[in-house]
């Protein structure tokens, strides 16, 4: 399963910039739906498209490996 690590990232920009930045903010300057990044948002996952990754790894400054983590299912 893929998680999305958009919780932490929003986190440390929001540290780093001394301000809170919420989803809306993000949906308004990447162009990701704001029902997109709540379900990203969510622990289970969410299936999204690579320009929406794309769109967040330049908003974040980051690379995929810090916006999107593999973790195996439990069998």
Known sequence: MLRFKLK??????????GRKITLEEVAKLTG????TLSKMNNPLG???????????CK??????GELVEFVP???
């Open 32 to 35: 990701v739906n704001r029902a």
């Open 59 to 64: 908003f974040f400054d980051c690379q995929i």
């Open 46 to 56: 969410h299936n999204t498209t690579t320009n929406n990754l794309d769109a967040l």
């Open 8 to 17: 932490e990232l929003l986190a440390e920009k929001s540290f780093r910039e």
């Open 73 to 75: 299912d439990d069998k």
